[in-house]
């Protein structure tokens, strides 16, 4: 693919000569670049991605881009961009086929809570016999392929090279923390999620984000679409005072899930012990019993937002509950 499709529809700044580079692959890191690699440098807290952008030409990279200035006499075409990440991001899904269209995607967010509930929908998909992919705190997972996770959710290249390996892979479903980090820096821009998961917020983060108020701001992008489609489906805790403020668009299925009265997905006959815990959902299409080895009250939230995100995936009701037993 050459570069000037990759950058169709993204305002740059650079002469015509880079329009007909062939592209043989991308890169952030100057240390993985090969030749025919596109680098992309970003600003950064501690040091600045322009200053590895010669090393990533002299391994081999046919162009730079970046919303930096260019060092002087740079020796290969530098393309300015207003947003680098952004720019990544959108490139990173053109150049490997939009695997995010080819894959259901449930992204989960939240202060607490995440990595379980997106542990306990990866283990009732592929309880059902789906083939799933799973990244988070702890570990990333593909067809079930292992190995450490670097962030809770990585880079847009790295979640987008995951999501075409799985879908190369006969993947149905791809599952993963979405952080305040990767959401303000831009991580998951443009992709298509098809469900939203929401599971509280409280008082975190505040080094990075500076307020409560921009904490929040960046979870809410989430179910904004964060620069792609609109999520298909947005599960919001209900008794989080914080819910009432995530706003919806009119093609998002918006459900519910916890203890009040009124919940789509209400949680009744909590039974909680050193034997895990057990419940009953009462939700649009019936009742349905929980039983989990997981322990505590945060865990029948985790366990009741996982049940909903998987009856939103296309789960049956009873297949659902066998998962996460």
Same mark, same amino acid.
């Given at each position: ?15 015509? =000569?880079?329009?007909?580079? &062939? ?11 090969? %030749? ?6 970003? *600003? ?13 030409? &002299? ?17 290969? *075409?530098?393309? @300015?961009? #207003? ?17 995010? @269209? @080819? ?11 995440? +990595? ?26 593909? =067809? ?7 962030? +809770? ?23 993963? &923390? ?15 999620? $098809? ?15 500076? +307020?409560?108020? #921009? ?32 706003? +919806?668009?009119? /093609?998002? &299925? ?6 009040? #009265? ?19 959902? #009462? $939700? *649009? ?5 929980? /039983? ?16 909903? %995100? ?6 049956? *009701? /009873? ?5 996460? %037993?």
């Amino acid at each position: 693919m050459n570069l000037a499709a990759l950058l169709q529809d993204i305002p740059v700044r650079a002469d015509a =000569a880079w329009q007909q580079i &062939e592209v043989r692959g991308l890169e952030y890191d100057s240390r993985r670049v090969e %030749a025919g690699f596109v680098f992309f440098a970003f *600003p950064g807290s501690r040091t600045s991605g322009a200053l590895y952008a010669r090393q990533a030409v &002299e391994r081999g990279a046919v162009a730079v881009v970046s919303e930096l200035e260019p060092p002087a006499d740079f020796p290969a *075409p530098w393309i @300015r961009v #207003e947003h680098g990440r952004r720019a990544l991001a959108l490139i990173s899904l053109r150049f490997y086929g939009n695997p995010d @269209r @080819r894959l259901r995607l449930a992204g989960v967010t939240g202060t607490n809570g995440k +990595t379980t509930t997106v542990f306990a929908i990866d283990s009732m998909l592929r309880h059902a016999g789906r083939t799933t992919g799973m990244a988070g705190t702890g570990l990333y997972r593909i =067809a079930g392929r292992e190995w450490p996770a670097v962030n +809770t959710t990585p880079e847009s290249l790295d979640l987008v090279r995951m999501m075409d390996e799985l879908a190369r892979s006969g993947g149905t479903d791809f599952l993963f &923390e979405v952080s305040s980090h990767a959401l303000a820096l831009e991580r998951v821009y443009g992709l298509q999620f $098809h469900t939203a998961v929401f599971t509280n917020f409280t008082q975190d983060h505040l080094d990075f984000h500076g +307020t409560m108020e #921009e904490y929040f701001k960046a979870k809410h992008r989430l179910f904004e679409g964060a620069g792609g489609p609109k999520p298909k489906f947005a599960v919001v805790n209900a008794d989080d005072s914080w819910s009432a403020k995530i706003v +919806t668009a009119r /093609e998002t &299925e918006r459900w519910s899930y916890g203890l009040s #009265e009124g919940a789509d997905f209400r949680v009744t006959g909590i039974d909680t012990g050193f034997h895990g815990v057990r419940f009953t959902v #009462e $939700h *649009p299409r019936g009742r349905t019993r929980i /039983e989990s080895p997981l322990c505590g009250l945060i865990n029948v939230y985790n366990l009741s937002a996982a049940f909903a %995100a998987g009856i939103s995936l296309g789960l049956d *009701p /009873e297949a659902a509950a066998a998962g996460l %037993a």
